[in-house]
C-alpha cells in the first residue's frame, strides 16, 4: 500500500460522497484507457469507443496488473463487482482486482479526478495555444523539476480523457503539475479548468489550427481565452505579448498578468537572438532590469518563445535565475522536432508530429540556418477551415526563399508547390510524389551528404516513416 496515491476508499468517496474506511488500504497506481498500457497496480477505465469497447478488455487489463476498473454495464467476468450506484455493504472485502460499476465511465472518471485534485491541491500549470503547447510543456516541466517534485501529461494525452487520466498519476508528493489542454470546440478548455484548477495559465499563440471545426481565429481566441479567464486572483496569466489576439487577454483575467516576447514592451523579453542551427539558441533575457546571456539545445528560432514562456512560468513559481539556466542547458525531456543525420551524413529534420502555417513556417526558417543544399518535403496542413489556400500560399512563399528543392504530397500541398512556382523556384525543381515510401524512394537516390531535409506535415498525412526510412540511406 501506498498512502500517498488515490486509494479506493477517494474513488468510492469521489462517486458517492461516502468515505468507506475499509477501502483505503487498496491504493491505485496510475490510470489507463487501454489495457496493454496499464501499469502493474494501476486503474483501467472501459470507454466505448467507436473503433473498440473498452469493456471487452477488463480481463485482459486485469492480466496486465490492472488492481481495479471501471464500468459501465455489466460484464461477463469472474472478477467481484461493486455497484457504486447503491449501497455498498459494510462488510464488503475490498481484494484486487476489482471492478466498480458506474453509470458513465468517462463521467466517472473526471469527477474522480477533480475530486482528487481538490483534495491534493496540487499546483497546477495550465498550457494552451495554437502552436508549441507540448514543447513548452516539456521545457517547463524541465525547468520546473529543478526545484519541484513535478507530473506532466504525457503525449498527446490533453483532453476531457487524457487530462483527468493523468490527474489520477497524482501522489501526495508531488508539488508542481504540468497539464497541456487541447481545444476542439467552445467550453472545453474551461471544463478541463474545473477539473485542474490550474493556478498559471500560459496561451503560446493563436493560429489556424482547428479552424474547420471551431471557425475564425477569432473563435480560437476565445476558446483558448477559456483558461485565462478560469484563474484565480492570486494566480498567474503569462500571455504572449506578440501575439495581438493572446495579448488581449489580459482583459479577460482576474488573475496577475506577466507578457512575454521579443517586444520590449513585454515584462519578460528576449534579444540578440542568434540561431546556431543543429547546435541551438543563443540569446539573451531580460527582466525587470536584469539580463541574462545564454545557449539552450533547442533548434530554431522560433524556439525563442518557448525558452520565454518557460522561464516566465520559473519566475512565477518561485526559482531563480540560476535555476532557471539551469533547466534550460540540461534539457532531458524528449521534444517532437527531432534533427539526425543519414548515414551518409546528410541533416534530417523530423517534424511530422503535426503542422500548421505558423509551424511550418518556424520549420523553414530552422532549415535556413542549415548547411548545404536544402530539401523541404511539405504534406498537407489539415483542418485550416476558411484560411486552408491562406495558409498553403504563405508556406509556398516562403518555401520558394529558402529551399532549393520542394516535394509535395496531397491535394492541398499542391497549393504549396504552384505558389512556390509563381514565386521564383524553377519548375524543375519541384517535384509532387503521391506517397510517403515513394517520397522516401526517391530520396534515397538523390540525398547527398551535402543536403538539409526538413520533412513537415499533418499527422493524417502518414509522413512519419519517411526519416526513418532515410536513416538508413548509406
Known amino acids: 500500500m501506498n498512502k500517498d496515491n488515490i486509494s479506493l476508499a477517494n474513488i468510492l468517496e469521489a462517486l458517492t460522497g461516502t468515505y468507506i474506511k475499509d477501502a483505503e488500504s487498496f491504493s491505485i497506481i496510475g490510470a ?7 501499469m502493474p497496480g494501476g486503474l483501467f477505465v472501459a470507454i466505448k469507443g467507436e473503433a473498440a469497447d473498452g469493456h471487452d478488455y477488463v480481463d485482459q487489463s486485469f492480466k496486465n496488473g490492472a488492481k481495479l476498473a471501471l464500468i459501465e454495464k455489466k460484464i461477463n467476468t469472474s472478477y467481484p463487482i461493486i455497484n457504486s450506484q447503491e449501497e455498498i455493504p459494510t462488510d464488503t472485502k475490498f481484494h484486487p482486482p476489482l471492478c466498480v460499476l ?3 465511465s468517462l463521467a466517472a472518471l473526471q469527477k474522480i479526478a477533480a475530486f482528487w485534485q481538490n483534495k491534493l491541491k496540487v499546483r497546477t500549470i495550465g498550457i494552451t495555444g495554437s502552436v508549441g503547447k507540448s514543447t513548452s510543456k516539456e521545457v517547463i516541466s524541465d525547468i520546473l523539476s529543478v526545484k519541484y517534485n513535478t507530473l506532466k501529461n504525457l503525449g498527446n494525452l490533453n483532453n476531457e480523457i487524457g487530462l483527468p487520466l493523468t490527474i ?8 508542481r503539475m504540468i497539464l497541456e489542454m487541447g481545444f476542439y470546440v467552445p467550453g472545453e478548455i474551461k471544463f478541463l479548468c474545473d477539473i485542474a484548477q490550474p493556478k498559471v495559465g500560459v496561451i503560446t499563440n493563436i493560429g489556424h489550427v482547428h479552424a474547420e471545426r471551431a471557425g475564425s481565429q477569432e473563435s480560437i481566441a476565445r476558446g483558448k481565452a477559456e483558461l485565462v479567464e478560469a484563474l484565480p486572483e ?7 505579448y506578440d501575439d495581438p489576439l493572446v495579448r488581449d487577454m489580459a482583459d479577460k483575467t482576474k488573475a496577475n498578468v506577466l ?3 521579443l517586444s520590449k514592451e513585454a515584462d519578460l523579453y528576449a534579444d540578440e537572438i542568434d540561431g546556431l542551427g543543429l547546435d541551438g539558441i543563443r540569446l539573451r533575457l531580460n527582466f525587470r532590469g536584469d539580463s ?4 539552450v539545445p533547442l533548434i530554431g528560432r522560433h524556439s525563442v518563445h518557448t525558452v520565454l514562456r518557460a522561464s516566465a512560468v520559473g519566475l512565477v513559481e518561485g526559482l531563480d535565475w540560476p535555476e532557471i539556466i539551469y533547466g534550460l542547458k540540461t534539457l532531458t525531456s524528449q521534444l517532437r522536432l527531432m534533427a539526425v543525420r543519414a548515414q551518409n551524413g546528410a541533416i534530417l529534420i523530423d517534424d511530422t508530429y503535426n503542422a500548421s502555417p505558423q509551424s511550418t513556417l518556424a520549420a523553414l526558417e530552422l532549415l535556413s540556418e542549415l548547411p548545404g543544399k536544402k530539401i523541404a518535403v511539405l504534406g498537407d496542413m489539415l483542418e485550416l477551415g476558411q484560411y486552408e489556400t491562406q495558409g498553403h500560399e504563405r508556406v509556398g512563399i516562403k518555401a520558394a526563399e529558402i529551399a532549393d528543392t520542394l516535394i509535395v504530397l496531397g491535394e492541398r500541398a499542391e497549393t504549396i508547390a504552384k505558389t512556390a512556382e509563381l514565386n521564383g523556384m524553377p519548375p524543375e525543381k519541384i517535384f509532387r510524389i503521391e506517397t510517403p515510401s515513394k517520397i522516401a524512394e526517391f530520396l534515397k537516390d538523390h540525398l ?13 498525412m502518414n509522413m512519419d516513416g519517411i526519416v526513418p526510412a532515410l536513416e538508413k540511406v548509406s
Do not use: C, M, P
Request: aromatic share 6%.
Open 32 to 38: 489507463a484507457k487501454h489495457s496493454q498500457e496499464i
Open 102 to 104: 458506474v453509470e458513465d
Open 168 to 175: 489520477l498519476g497524482l501522489s501526495k508528493a508531488h508539488q
Open 234 to 240: 492570486d494566480g498567474y496569466a503569462i500571455l504572449n
Open 259 to 261: 507578457f512575454y516576447g
Open 292 to 295: 541574462n546571456h545564454l545557449r
Open 448 to 460: 547527398t551528404k551535402d543536403h538539409s531535409v526538413l520533412v513537415k506535415g499533418s499527422r493524417g
